[in-house]
């Protein structure tokens, strides 16, 4: 059998380094959000996933943790694992990784001066200059019409920032009906709690105004395990009688992502979220029955990556996009990333990064396109021995599908 060669792999590994992406999820927000935009070291460090690792080894009482500054959890967070315990966890490698990228000496091991550094930057530049070191051309957003801090600042209207594309957020809407009905009635939405035609179409006028006003990417929601679809609850009904109509009438793909258990220990707040096993016939059902909506979807479950990519073959109508939260780790990255490949060829998403934190998407890029690379060079090789040769344009053109030319083309997909 023909060995591949070495030039091979130098070319892949170089144009997964260099190509732009498209980072189709973050909790990020444009320099304009002020506030709402996290970034530096204290915000690094104090990221939900350290928070939540960092517990492994407190014993303070939570409360006591959560009353802290967050200057001060930072320092806790630092203490406990990366200087009582070496780093190893890929949330605290990614930390490493971040600083060491943006040129400072993480071996010095000195968070004061850390904290020098950043507070030179200004929020706008800083920003370009993160986009700039992940290669990160565009980065979709998250935006809650019931986010009391970032409803103002869409009400109020602004120039907007080309690289950040918005996506509108349903999670109340579907997950909290008993409170975001009331929300609506409160912005002059007249809904009742039962879902008669009038309040229907109430909550396709709030989809339409809020479509509007953000020109979104997508309409997004996080499942819990156990959704079920169709069935008799408000929010299946919700689904059926305006999600999907509103998705259809503005050309808008419905992202899903299922998997996730809310607050399974809530004293851990953001950090206390787990992972279920999601019965993927809701999403069959959803698929089958409304080909001329469009679904995104990623799942948190490691048990539920087969049979989603074998759905992704069934439904034309369904893009699969990214590895999610717990499934962001160098072992499932490569593992899922194989597997779509294998079953769907370049007809997926490799990765979104799910930053909360701007400089965030530095290490989650980087480490991505490293894994990435290792599959995909393994992939090309296996092409050259069954005699096929690939022009390192065709790698290019394969690479930017993964990267966000694959979700573009499902976007401008007619149905
Ligand atoms: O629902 C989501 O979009 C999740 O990504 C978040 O809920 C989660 O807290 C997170 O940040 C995961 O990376
Ligand atoms: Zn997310």
Known sequence: MKKASGHLAAKIEDIVA???VDDIHTHLYAPIFGELLLWGIDDLIVYHYLVAE???YLSIPYDDFWKLSKTQQAELIWK?????????????RGVLTTLNRLGLDVKKRDLPVLRDWFAKWRADDYTTHCMELAKVRSICTT????????????????KRDPRFKPALRIDPLL????????????WGYKVKPELGAKTVSEVRRFLADWTDRMAPEYLMVSLPPDTVYPDETISSQLIEKAI?????????????????RRAVNPHLQLAGDGVGLSNLTALQNLCAAN????????????????ELCVLARKFRNLHIFGC???????????????????????SFTAQHSDARVLDQIIYKWDHSREVITRVLVQKYEALERSGWNTSPEEIRRDIQGLFGGSYREFQALKL
């Open 18 to 20: 260099t190509t732009p």
């Open 54 to 56: 960092a517990f492994r």
């Open 80 to 92: 406990e694992l990366f200087i009582k315990h070496s780093p190893i966890s890929e949330a605290c």
């Open 143 to 158: 935006n809650s019409p019931f986010d009391d801090a970032e409803r103002a600042i869409w009400e109020r209207g602004w």
């Open 175 to 186: 997950l909290s009906w008993d409170q975001a009905g009331p929300r609506l009635v409160q």
């Open 244 to 260: 999907l109509p509103h998705c259809r009438e503005f050309n808008l793909p419905f992202a899903v992502m299922p998997g996730v």
């Open 291 to 306: 080909p001329q909506n469009k679904f995104l979807c990623t799942i948190l479950a490691r048990e539920n990556q087969h």
């Open 324 to 346: 999610w939260w717990f499934t962001n780790i160098p072992t499932l990255v490569e593992e899922i990333t194989r597997m779509r490949l294998e079953l769907l060829g370049l």
